[in-house]
């Protein structure tokens, strides 16, 4: 499973507010490039199994010389 996680935990490592992160996760989530879960009171977010999200992803790596590993 590719790594996931919930608006606080996103925030605090993005630096980031709630509000803002959740602004964010929406517009992402409207584009398809991530899904959601429910789990409890915790909504986690990940990337979207498409070639669009991955394609995207690839490009964010190399722009930003950073490796997010993706499980197969």
Not at 38 to 43: A, I, P, Y
Not at 53 to 57: K, P, Q
């Given at each position: 499973m590719?790594?996931?996680g919930c608006v606080?935990?996103?925030a605090a490592a993005m630096e980031m507010s709630d509000p803002?992160?959740?602004h964010h996760?929406?517009?992402l989530k409207g584009s398809g490039l991530i899904v959601s879960r429910?789990?409890?009171?915790?909504?986690y977010y990940k990337l979207a199994d498409t070639e669009t999200?991955?394609?995207?992803?690839k490009v964010c790596?190399?722009?930003f010389q950073i490796t997010c590993p993706l499980e197969q």
């Open positions: 590719p790594p996931r606080s935990n996103i803002a992160v959740s996760l929406k517009q429910r789990e409890g009171k915790e909504v999200a991955r394609l995207v992803h790596e190399e722009m």
